[in-house]
C-alpha cells in the first residue's frame, strides 16, 4: 500500500538553496559586526561629538542587519526544506536542536541591534529653535 507523500513545491526548493546560499556568508559577516562594534566602542570612548558616533552607529547597523539576515538564512535551513509551505514543519524545526541553536541566534542578533538603535545611536541633533521648522511649513 503506497501513501500520497506530497512532494515540496518547486518555489520551497528555490527558497532553500538561496537560503543556503545567503548563510554560507554569516560567519564573515559576524565578523564584520564584531569589528564595527569594536570601532563604535572606541568612537564612544574617544569623542563627545554626536555625529562621529552616529557614524559609527549606524555602520554597526548595517554590519548587524546583514548578519541578522544571514542568520534568519541559516535559521530557515536548518528547519528543512519542507518547512517553507509547512508551518507546522516550522514549529518542528524549532523544536530541533539545530533549529533552537539558530533561533537563539537570531534573537540575539535582533536584540543587539535593536540596543544599538535604541541606546547607542544618538538622535540627529538640530539647532536650538528649529525642531518645529524641521519638515513642515507653517
Not at 536584540?111 to 538622535?123: G, Q
Request: hydrophobic share 40%.
Amino acid at each position: 500500500m503506497a501513501f500520497f507523500r506530497p512532494r515540496v513545491s518547486r518555489e520551497a526548493e528555490v527558497r532553500y538553496h538561496a537560503d543556503q546560499e545567503v548563510g554560507k556568508s554569516f560567519p564573515e559577516l559576524l565578523r564584520k559586526a564584531r569589528l564595527a562594534e569594536a570601532a563604535l566602542r572606541e568612537v564612544q570612548a574617544a569623542t563627545t561629538s554626536s555625529t562621529e558616533r552616529r557614524a559609527a552607529a549606524l555602520v554597526l547597523d548595517k554590519a548587524l542587519t546583514e548578519a541578522l539576515r544571514a542568520a534568519e538564512a541559516n535559521q530557515r535551513v536548518a528547519f528543512g526544506v519542507r518547512s517553507y509551505d509547512d508551518r507546522l514543519r516550522r514549529r518542528k524545526g524549532r523544536a530541533t536542536p539545530r533549529g533552537a541553536e539558530w533561533t537563539t541566534e537570531v534573537e540575539r542578533l535582533r536584540t543587539l541591534r535593536e540596543r544599538n538603535r535604541l541606546v547607542d545611536m544618538p538622535r540627529d541633533v538640530l539647532p536650538v529653535g528649529t525642531a518645529n521648522r524641521a519638515g513642515t511649513t507653517p
